[in-house]
């Protein structure tokens, strides 16, 4: 009996390893109507970069590890009716990672943005109230200005664990997939033949066919890279206001460029076919 492979990705520690690689204090803003207080008691800002980093390690664990599920389940099985009959591997993997790191990072900003508001808010209004150099007042102006101002920040930390993660187990499943298909005459083959036997019943326009995916089939996936994430984020909770791009551009960036690369990859394969 073959023993089976235990599925890389990592747990909670590789999830916070995103957290822990990034000095967060460099990324934290504070917004300039209430920056006099932070002169005047400097030790402030350790405390409010300390509650930050504390409410993203709070929701960043649950949050990925149900969208990662959700998206590498939903890319595995659309990948693997689509590309039934692919015999470019290469191919494969470029369509899966377009469509997973599209779904994780979508699903993680639309489970995690209210939730992380609150935390954020919570843990800034007990991190202050415990210097006792201010009043309860301010105290609870500053942690809701201070956790808006912050939002996105800890959204796109979380977006980004979610893509990395959900990468590495999509590449893990389609993998052990792929496996079956150039394995035959083994009861893990047989058991994968008829685990497809189903796609003679879908309808015609769903059907694979033999040998590659046409062009128009192919878009379908390279458009998951063209899909607006700043608007799922709205729609997620409302705009979050604050943070200099700077604060959030080294983190979009590295998305933009790894999709990027994926397109260009999907398009130099197509132009080879043609």
């Known amino acids: 009996?073959?023993?089976?492979q235990q599925q890389p990705g990592g747990g909670q520690a590789s999830i916070t390893d995103a957290i822990q690689n990034i000095n967060i204090a460099n990324y934290v803003t504070i917004n300039p109507n209430i920056t006099g207080i932070f002169q005047q008691y400097p030790q402030l800002r350790a405390q409010v970069v300390a509650a930050i980093n504390q409410a993203i390690s709070e929701i960043i664990l649950p949050v990925v590890e149900r969208s990662v599920t959700i998206a590498c389940i939903t890319t595995r099985e659309m990948i693997l009716k689509d590309f039934a009959f692919e015999t470019d591997e290469s191919a494969v993997k470029i369509a899966s990672h377009l469509m997973v790191q599209n779904l994780a990072g979508s699903l993680a900003l639309v489970t995690c943005k209210e939730p992380l508001r609150h935390s954020m808010a919570s843990q800034l209004r007990n991190a202050l109230i415990k210097t006792q150099v201010v009043d309860a007042q301010w105290v609870e102006q500053a942690a809701q200005v201070i956790a808006q101002e912050n939002l996105e920040l800890g959204c796109n930390?979380?977006?980004k664990a979610a893509t990395d993660k959900a990468l590495r187990d999509v590449d893990f499943q389609i993998a052990q997939a792929m496996e079956l298909r150039r394995t035959p005459k083994t009861p893990l083959h047989d058991q994968?033949?008829?685990m497809h036997n189903w796609l003679r019943f879908l309808p015609e326009a769903l059907r694979p066919k033999a040998g590659a995916l046409v062009p128009h089939q192919k878009r379908v996936y390279e458009d998951?890279?063209?899909l607006p994430r700043d608007r799922v984020a709205q729609q997620a909770g409302g705009a979050a206001g604050g943070p200099s791009e700077q604060a959030v551009g080294a983190f979009e960036g590295q998305q933009q460029q790894?999709?990027?690369q994926l397109q260009q990859q999907a398009q130099q394969q197509q132009q080879q076919q043609q």
């Open 192 to 194: 994968f033949i008829q």
């Open 258 to 260: 790894q999709q990027q």
């Open 1 to 4: 009996q073959q023993q089976q």
């Open 224 to 226: 998951f890279a063209k």
């Open 157 to 159: 930390l979380i977006e």
